[in-house]
Every structure is written in C-alpha cells, then in structure tokens.
C-alpha cells in the first residue's frame, strides 16, 4: 500500500457519502439502530462498530486507518493529546510492583507520569542514557514489564537503538513503546524495527496547521483492543470529528510539508556553522553527532528541529536577540506551517550551563526569509 493511496484514497468510502471529494465530519455523540439485535451486536463489538463517540466514530476511525498503515502497524487510536497517548500508552503495559526502564530526560509528562503518577500506584522507573543499549539490558529487574524510547529527544535529540533494544526487549517478555513524535513515519517506522507500540503527539508534523491538539497510539490489534476496552474508554481521552477531520485535511500535504522544512532546515543549519556566535548545534544529521550513522540507518529523511548553544550566556541579550527575530515566534511545539524558537532561558535559572541554549523548529517561509531573518539578529549577539 503506497503513501499517497493511504494519504488520499484510504478508507474513504466516497460512494457512502454522497461521492464527496472531502469526507464529512460525523459530529454526532450518539449513534441508533433499528432493531434491538442490531444494537445488541454494536454494543458487543464496540471497538468497531458505533455505539457512542467516546469510543467510536466514523470520521475518527477513518484517521485511525490512515494512521495505522502509514506506521505499517494493524490498529491506532486517536486520543486528545500527545500527553494522553503517553499515559494510555503507559498504563495499560503494567501493573502494582512493576518497573520501568525509561530514555533519561523524556518529554515533560512522560517524565511526570513515571516520577510522579505511577509511584503512587507502586510502579517504578529507572532512567537511564539510552545511546548504550547495555544501559537498558543493566537497568532491568525482573518485574520489568515496560521499556520507554524516545528516538531522537526533542532537546538535544539522542537516539537510541531500535532495532536492538526491541530484540532485547522481545527475549524477556517486556514492551517497548517509543514517542516518535520527533519524526513521523514518513522519517521512521519503529514497527519496522520490532516496537511494540508507537506514539505520537499528532498536533505537530500530522496535523501541522497549529489548530488541533491531539494523540495517536499505533501497535498490534491485540494491544490496542485492550487499551481501547480498558484505558481508552475509561479515561474518556477522546478526540472530537471535528479535529478528526482536520487531521484528514492535513494529512493530505503531510508529504511536501516535511520536504520544504527539512530542505530549508538543512539550508539554515549550512549558514549556523559559519557563524562564529554558535558554540554548537544539535541536529540528529549533523556530521557532528556522535551517533549519526544510527540516525542515517533508522531515519529516512532530516527534519525541521534543532538547538544551538550561544557562547553568549547574557540572559538580557539571548532575550533581545529572540524578540528581534521576526519570522519566528516564541513558542512549544513544532511541526506547524510556523517557524518557532523556544529559549532554554525561560525554564532555567540564569546560571544554569544551559542557559544558552535555543530549539529552533524551521516551518514552511521561505528559506532566504529565515536567512535573512537570521542573519540581521544575530548581530546582536
């Protein structure tokens, strides 16, 4: 199954909707049936028929179709948030006395989940630097039920190794999940490498428009039937038609949005070397990263994020220097059509070593524009 047929054609069903170009947003909470049997065989097969839009829907199934054979897993859920595809994700994998083996310094509420949440249930976690797989293979117990990835991080983007920590994983009964938020399936298919399952905040690269929030979680049918019948339908994480169908809407140009930001990404990067007000760059293409033979063989293609380290560390200054910039907005996330700076200045105090630090997501302006945006501001430094 070819990306553009899943893309454009998957799951349509155009003859059931009037033979519209655009399938329709189903904004209903409620769905009917005309005979008691028919209701009774919906309710017994919730997972894929439409009883009540907490659990199912039509136009968020069709999301969850093309989601899944774009990640080449058998099923997804679609959820409200990046944040509730962690949790649900998390959960639904271990019980009261188990043990987590996590990347160390995952995303902000992954972090919270397993330091903060899960304690209180007796779940544990150990964090470890995952560019060893041996840091993994020493971390484990054996109440180890679950191993957390996140390949490339959204800060400093160390990768871990796929294909060989799921092999470890797979040889002592524990699942692997991975955020791979970073990338999409266009850049890495961590199915592909024996992840058990994958997760996404959808609201960047997927829906790329800045104007949803949401969560996705792809793996086996058997895994996501039973987070759908247990966490998912629980915890009430649903997403709405409406962001369902805009998340269609978006994935239809998915494709030529990641080429423009990673081209121009690449053209931004060529400038920031010759600079001499950069200390460093991290970039999981860089010819200086330590692991980017690894980030050649797992990732198919660059991306639109990277820090830099100023060596000026003047707080007053890195500020000034962000609020000159014109093309970029000081912001979270990435993945939109906007290119956005997020200083490490307003999460640290001001003498913390990373205080010079800056992530850049490149959106989709026009390279010379970026440039030239550049180029004017960092004289300021």
Same mark, same amino acid.
């Given at each position: 199954?070819?990306?553009?047929?899943?893309?454009?054609?998957?799951?349509?069903?155009? !003859?059931?909707?009037?033979?519209?170009?655009?399938?329709?947003?189903?904004?209903?909470?409620?769905?009917?049936?005309?005979?008691?049997?028919?209701?009774?065989?919906?309710? !017994?097969?919730?997972?894929?028929?439409?009883?009540?839009?907490?659990?199912?829907?039509?136009?968020?199934?069709?999301?969850?179709?093309?989601?899944?054979?774009?990640?080449?897993?058998?099923?997804?859920?679609?959820?409200?948030?990046?944040?509730?595809?962690?949790?649900? &994700?998390?959960?639904?994998?271990?019980?009261? /006395?188990?043990?987590?083996?996590?990347? =160390?310094?995952?995303?902000?509420?992954?972090?919270?989940?397993?330091?903060?949440?899960?304690?209180?249930?007796?779940? $544990?976690?150990?964090?470890?630097? /995952?560019?060893?797989?041996?840091?993994?293979?020493?971390?484990?117990?054996?109440?180890?039920?679950?191993?957390?990835?996140?390949?490339?991080?959204?800060?400093?983007?160390?990768? $871990?190794?796929?294909?060989?920590?799921? &092999?470890?994983?797979?040889?002592?009964?524990?699942?692997?999940?991975?955020?791979?938020?970073?990338?999409?399936?266009?850049?890495?298919?961590?199915?592909?490498?024996?992840?058990?399952?994958?997760?996404?905040?959808?609201?960047?690269?997927?829906? /790329?428009?800045?104007?949803?929030?949401?969560?996705?979680?792809? /793996?086996?049918?058997?895994?996501?039937?039973?987070?759908?019948?247990?966490?998912?339908?629980?915890?009430?994480?649903?997403?709405?038609?409406?962001?369902?169908?805009?998340?269609?809407?978006?994935?239809?140009?998915?494709?030529?949005?990641?080429?423009?930001?990673? !081209?121009?990404?690449?053209?931004?990067?060529?400038?920031?070397?010759?600079?001499?007000?950069?200390?460093?760059?991290?970039?999981?293409?860089?010819?200086?990263?330590?692991?980017?033979?690894?980030?050649?063989?797992?990732? =198919?293609?660059?991306?639109?994020?990277?820090?830099?380290?100023?060596?000026?560390?003047?707080?007053?200054?890195?500020?000034?220097?962000?609020?000159?910039?014109?093309?970029?907005?000081?912001?979270?996330?990435?993945?939109?059509?906007?290119?956005?700076?997020?200083?490490?200045?307003?999460?640290?105090?001001?003498?913390?070593?990373?205080?010079?630090?800056?992530?850049?997501?490149?959106?989709?302006?026009?390279?010379?524009?970026?440039?030239?945006?550049?180029?004017?501001?960092?004289?300021?430094?």
């Amino acid at each position: 199954m070819n990306q553009s047929f899943i893309l454009n054609q998957l799951a349509e069903d155009r !003859e059931n909707y009037f033979h519209a170009v655009a399938p329709p947003i189903i904004q209903t909470s409620n769905f009917a049936y005309p005979t008691v049997d028919e209701f009774k065989f919906a309710i !017994e097969n919730e997972k894929d028929e439409h009883i009540y839009t907490r659990g199912n829907n039509p136009t968020v199934k069709m999301l969850c179709q093309k989601m899944a054979a774009l990640e080449g897993s058998e099923d997804c859920l679609m959820v409200g948030s990046g944040a509730a595809a962690i949790s649900n &994700a998390v959960i639904s994998q271990v019980n009261a /006395g188990e043990h987590i083996v996590s990347v =160390k310094n995952p995303y902000t509420w992954a972090n919270h989940l397993m330091t903060k949440i899960l304690p209180r249930f007796n779940v $544990q976690a150990t964090f470890v630097d /995952g560019t060893d797989v041996e840091n993994f293979i020493k971390a484990c117990k054996p109440e180890t039920k679950l191993i957390y990835l996140e390949s490339p991080n959204s800060w400093t983007f160390e990768l $871990q190794d796929l294909g060989q920590i799921a &092999a470890f994983a797979k040889s002592r009964g524990i699942t692997t999940v991975i955020d791979n938020s970073y990338c999409t399936a266009l850049c890495q298919r961590p199915i592909d490498f024996g992840i058990d399952l994958v997760i996404y905040s959808a609201t960047k690269y997927y829906n /790329g428009h800045s104007d949803v929030v949401a969560g996705a979680i792809c /793996g086996s049918k058997e895994k996501i039937t039973q987070i759908f019948h247990n966490e998912f339908m629980t915890f009430g994480n649903i997403l709405a038609p409406q962001n369902a169908w805009l998340m269609l809407r978006s994935l239809r140009t998915l494709p030529i949005r990641l080429k423009q930001s990673s !081209e121009t990404t690449l053209k931004v990067l060529d400038y920031l070397r010759n600079s001499d007000k950069i200390e460093r760059i991290w970039y999981p293409f860089s010819e200086e990263n330590p692991q980017i033979e690894l980030a050649k063989r797992q990732m =198919k293609m660059p991306m639109g994020m990277f820090t830099i380290a100023l060596k000026n560390r003047n707080i007053s200054t890195i500020k000034k220097f962000c609020e000159s910039l014109q093309n970029f907005l000081i912001a979270v996330s990435w993945g939109g059509h906007e290119s956005l700076i997020m200083p490490k200045c307003a999460f640290v105090e001001a003498n913390d070593p990373q205080v010079s630090m800056l992530r850049f997501y490149i959106g989709l302006e026009e390279a010379s524009t970026i440039l030239e945006d550049l180029d004017k501001n960092l004289a300021i430094l």
